[in-house]
């Protein structure tokens, strides 16, 4: 047995098209947001900002800078001005060699050369007999240094012993004297390095240099010090036992 069912009628709005009703609803995609373009060709393309119009709106201006009086060539010139870097350094070239050509002439020791110490010229003569002795196979820089140091007190003590109150012997200048009397020590290492170890020859090389070492070092010290022309010869002494206890690092 069958059932009906009432179903009531479907009423369109437009006359019964049901496309129409559809058409209606719909909406048309609207365009994206574009800004207006500006006349001007120079202009950047977003958001109508104009290069040309800004600049000439705006209040600001760019910033002016003095002129610098030095430059690149004013530079150059405060340079040539400056003394030379040794000078800075208080090296005087000049004077140490006029001091070594004073130790190479033992009859002629010029004293008012050494009045004026300095440590730049000893320095070279140690480094000097360093590379020497290393080339004969042997490596004595921190002996050399540590031996001068302990001689230069020993002087400054023995000399200062003898001149009592009046000796002005100062250890800068003490070292020196004993660092530029080396220079004969110093060719006798370069000399010792062609003459044959442990034979007369070498003995006797080595006690014409320690005799010159000690006969300058003597002299300088009782014209540059007080009261060492009195102890001429306990001074000589004292210097000869330093540059032997040098020498036997070239014999030995």
Not at 101 to 120: T, Y
Not at 190 to 217: M, N
Request: proline share 7%.
């Amino acid at each position: 047995m069958s059932k009906e069912f009432n179903v009531p009628p479907v009423v369109f709005p437009s006359g019964g098209n049901p496309s129409s009703a559809g058409t209606q609803q719909r909406r048309l995609p609207t365009a994206p947001f574009q800004p207006p373009r500006s006349s001007n060709p120079n202009s950047i393309p977003f958001m109508s900002f104009d290069i040309g119009s800004t600049a000439a709106s705006t209040s600001f201006s760019a910033p002016q800078f003095g002129h610098n009086n030095i430059g690149i060539g004013g530079g150059s010139a405060g340079f040539e001005d400056e003394p030379p870097l040794l000078e800075e350094l208080g090296i005087n070239t000049k004077q140490i060699w006029h001091k070594t050509l004073s130790i190479l002439n033992p009859v002629r020791v010029k004293s008012d050369l050494h009045e004026d110490a300095d440590l730049s010229g000893p320095f070279l003569f140690l480094m000097a007999f360093g590379l020497f002795q290393l080339l004969a196979g042997k490596l004595h820089f921190g002996i050399i240094l540590g031996w001068v140091t302990v001689a230069s007190l020993f002087l400054y003590v023995v000399f200062n012993m003898l001149a009592g109150r009046n000796g002005n012997l100062d250890l800068y200048r003490c070292l020196s004297l004993i660092g530029y009397c080396m220079l004969p020590i110093v060719i006798l290492s370069a000399v010792a390095l062609f003459v044959p170890q442990g034979g007369a020859a070498i003995l006797a090389v080595t006690g014409i240099f320690v005799i010159w070492s000690t006969r300058v070092c003597t002299r300088l010290l009782v014209e540059l010090a007080s009261c060492g022309d009195e102890h001429r010869g306990l001074i000589a002494y004292a210097c000869f036992l330093i540059y032997m206890l040098f020498s036997l690092l070239v014999i030995f």
